[in-house]
């Protein structure tokens, strides 16, 4: 009702000018927000919404509890929120909000987030690499519980999901909350779509929010979703921060790898052994790798770093028609960025006999292929195969309906990036806003039907080693960055 009133006042008024807008993006608040939203964070971080290891899978008891809890806990918290959009339920493991706007006929936004976690144990996590490549914490225990969400005097919020991706969550809905009671109303609908299992794959958040949206005929104008942050040191003599915005993913597949063999004892074998073929197999995918490739989602991110680089390096990356062959072998030399410029294959497990004196009749691997654009699932398979068969190893998908083929760059030159970009800029000063190829996948791409738009970042700033914390152990956020993530959505939903 209230927001009946609110929007029928602000219609009559027509768009807020510059003036007004200025200076409802000065009065935003900092410090009052401050106490509220890390109370928030620390409180969904106590809810242990554990996304299990296998698709469908919500891991325990425990997990399942905390995922019928969460969304009443978001309506106790956020009551304006609540008691303002409209709320449903496409899933149980997805929510759906929508602002409406004053204009409901033009095209709506949509802003996407997640509130499943993965698991927490030590023994998960330590030693592990995170999906973006960083080096994790390794060999690190959990200095406080993972889902305690404690708070220290420094202003670390500690804590399983506050980085990914507890924060999105908690930031737009801060933002709307304090939007609301400013009295705001956005221009054209702007709908909030919250998944609760991004970590298995989506199919039962993003992927029923999706449809849904797709079943009522919406197109939005664009989608922003959890993605690469802004970091510091990007590229070695970098001047200024980089704030990577993903607008293109690669594609992903998983293949399996497997050799048949009549078996026996191992005190005779055979001059080839199954597990010798699929090893033979691995040892020349890795010596004989995807083709580097300059993609022009790659081209663009370089050129963008130009006005923050060395005078060196911004002579060789505005010269890419001619130095491309050289920059393509630099950037190969560090597997961040190598995974930029190639199609990436990566053994991920094997299996052999069950004795150590009995010789496998099956062996097999799995490959993880994180496909670049240009190349598609079908043509990956294809050369894979070419290898394989040649020492008589069969290859086939893990999971067919998992496979993904890359998506597409959206646009850099448009209204929607452009606002993104400016965001960044306003909020975080002397950061370079740069577009990039997400190489890990996320929610958003469920969503390509209603999108063709489709952005991903999350706007805090993170060293290398809290990036590393992401799925690794020790996971937590500074307060300040906590503020900052409020009011980049903050500012960004005022313009839209
Ligand atoms: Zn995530």
């Known amino acids: 009702m209230l927001l009946r009133t609110l929007y029928l006042r602000r219609r009559g ?60 806990f978001l309506r106790n918290t956020y009551r304006r929120v609540f008691s303002e ?64 969400g404690i708070v220290t005097d420094e202003g670390w919020i500690w804590g399983r999901g506050t980085l990914d991706n507890k924060i999105g969550v908690i930031s737009l809905l801060e933002a709307v909350e304090s939007l609301l009671s400013e009295g705001f109303v956005p221009r054209t609908d702007i709908y909030f779509a919250f998944g609760g299992d991004e970590e298995t794959k989506g199919k039962e958040g993003a992927g029923r929010i999706a449809a849904e949206l797709e079943r009522r005929g919406l197109e939005f104008r664009f989608l922003l979703d959890e993605g690469m942050v802004i970091t ?56 004989r790798k995807f083709p580097l490739r300059m993609t022009s989602v ?13 005078f060196g390096t911004a002579f060789l990356l505005s010269n890419l028609w001619f130095f491309g062959p050289l920059v393509l072998r630099i950037l190969d030399r560090d597997p961040t960025t190598s995974s930029l410029i190639r199609t990436t294959v990566a053994a991920t ?27 598609t699932v079908v043509s990956v398979l294809q050369r894979i195969k070419e290898t394989a068969e040649k020492e008589n190893v069969q290859v086939r998908y893990l999971n067919q309906d998992e496979t993904d083929d890359p998506i597409e760059s959206s646009s850099i ?60 152990t020790n996971e937590r956020l500074g307060s300040e960055a906590l503020v900052q993530s409020i009011r980049f959505y903050q500012t960004i939903l005022g313009r839209c």
């Open 13 to 72: 008024s027509g768009p807020p000018d510059n003036q007004e807008k200025e200076k409802r993006e000065e009065a935003l608040p900092t410090a009052e927000v401050f106490p509220r939203a890390v109370e928030h964070l620390s409180s969904a971080v106590q809810y242990p919404t554990v996304s299990g290891l296998e698709p469908g899978d919500s891991g325990s008891k425990e997990a399942e509890k905390a995922f019928a809890e969460f969304p009443g």
């Open 85 to 148: 959009l409209e709320l449903e339920f496409p899933s149980e493991r997805g929510m759906l909000l929508r602002w409406p706007g004053r204009d409901s006929a033009e095209k709506p936004v949509l802003f996407t987030a997640h509130y499943d976690v993965v698991p927490a144990a030590d023994e998960q996590a330590a030693g592990t690499k995170t999906d973006s490549g960083t080096e994790g914490a390794a060999g690190e225990g959990w200095l406080f519980p993972p889902f305690s």
């Open 232 to 287: 510091r040191g990007f590229l070695p003599g970098m001047r200024k921060a980089a704030a990577l915005i993903g607008v293109a993913e690669k594609g992903y597949v998983d293949l399996e790898l497997t050799a048949e063999d009549t078996g026996g004892h191992s005190s005779m074998p055979p001059p080839r052994t199954a597990l010798g073929r699929i090893a033979s197999v691995l040892a020349q995918l890795e010596s």
């Open 298 to 310: 790659v081209r663009r991110t370089l050129e963008h770093l130009v006005p923050a680089v060395s």
């Open 349 to 375: 497990m094997a299996q052999g006999s069950s004795k150590e004196n009995v010789l496998p009749s099956r062996a097999s691997a799995v490959l993880n292929i994180r496909i670049l654009a240009g190349e």
């Open 413 to 472: 030159e448009g209204e929607a990036y452009s606002l993104i970009a400016d965001t960044v800029c306003s909020i975080f000063p002397d950061t370079l806003a740069v577009p990039f190829l997400m190489n890990g996948t996320t929610d958003s791409s469920k969503y390509r039907r209603v999108a063709k738009n489709i952005y991903r970042f999350t706007p805090v700033v993170l060293d290398r080693r809290d990036v590393g914390r992401i799925h690794g």
